[in-house]
């Protein structure tokens, strides 16, 4: 069984763009958040560390000299690590082959189909966190069955979260069903009807859950667009509470992301500017 990394120590970029700028980065095992003005290379470096990583998952390696990214775990002999990447432009889908897989569903965006396979992940979280409790409670233990009643606070947690962050639209999740749908004014509406900024909310919610509090990694390329400013300062606190095993890694414009006590998680792209 290969071995799973906690997270990521650092990324190393052999040149950011033709031949310029080696980029290391030293990261920390919580949050980093990556500033800098527009056109520098945030972005960039996280997408290129994305694609690595999506690379990594069908090749299992931590570096490529095609690529020119060099990614270190945390222990140094792991050969793998959980992650998801969150796009966060709402973009229309212009793919057929991606349009044929979802036939009959409403999803016209990349948000859409990352909400779509969000749910057939929710889905799945659930079957697990039922078996789990089932184990739990035919075990004849007193400590199991008190085990087992908290594996359902996660989900509790991620219903009451959407539901205060969705009050201002009187939405509130739908929690006799088994995939996430909405409430409003007496009509049930799925996910897809969300607007922008709330889609992008219950992706970033969403895969914090679905993570089921493993170590593993987070990345996001400027979360804060579509979201006020209010979920903005909240966003990170927002994905620790449901998941404070995770490694979050994103670049930012927004100086709100940072006011809720993660100054001190902030690089500057020069200072890993080689």
């Known amino acids: 069984m ?34 800098g003005s527009n056109g520098v290379g945030k972005s960039t470096i996280i997408n290129r560390s994305a694609r690595h ?22 222990p140094a002999d792991a050969e793998c ?19 044929e897989k979802v036939s009959g569903a409403d999803i016209r965006t990349e948000l859409d189909w990352q909400l779509y396979n969000l749910q057939r992940r ?26 087992a009643a908290e594996l359902t606070k ?29 409430h409003q004014y007496g009509e049930t509406i799925p996910p897809y009807l969300l607007s922008s900024g709330e889609k992008q909310m219950l992706v970033i919610l969403l895969t914090a859950l679905v993570q089921e509090n493993r170590p593993g ?17 909240r966003l990170i606190t927002l994905i620790r509470t449901l998941n404070p095993n995770a490694q979050i890694i994103l670049c930012t414009h927004s100086p709100a992301i940072i006011m809720d006590g993660w100054m001190d998680a902030v690089t500057e792209i020069e200072d890993i500017t080689r």
């Open 81 to 99: 690590i959980n992650f998801d990447i969150i796009s966060s432009i709402d973009r229309p889908i212009l793919s057929s082959e991606m349009l």
């Open 122 to 147: 929710y889905l799945n979280y659930q079957v697990n966190i039922g078996n789990r409790i089932i184990a739990l409670l035919t075990s004849g233990n007193n400590d199991d069955q008190r085990l």
């Open 217 to 233: 990694v987070i990345l996001m390329d400027e979360p804060e667009i579509s979201l006020h400013i209010e979920w903005q300062q």
């Open 154 to 182: 996660p989900k509790k947690q991620f219903q009451d979260l959407v539901d205060e962050l969705f009050a201002p639209t009187a939405k509130t999740i739908a929690r006799d069903s088994n995939e996430i749908l909405f």
């Open 53 to 74: 990583l999506n690379l990594m998952r069908s090749q299992r390696l931590t570096s490529n000299p095609e690529d020119g990214v060099h990614i270190n775990f945390y």
């Open 2 to 35: 290969e071995k799973m990394a906690q997270y990521i120590k650092s990324i190393e970029i052999d040149s950011l763009w033709s031949n310029r700028k080696h980029i290391l980065w030293e990261l920390r095992p919580d949050v980093n958040i990556l500033s």
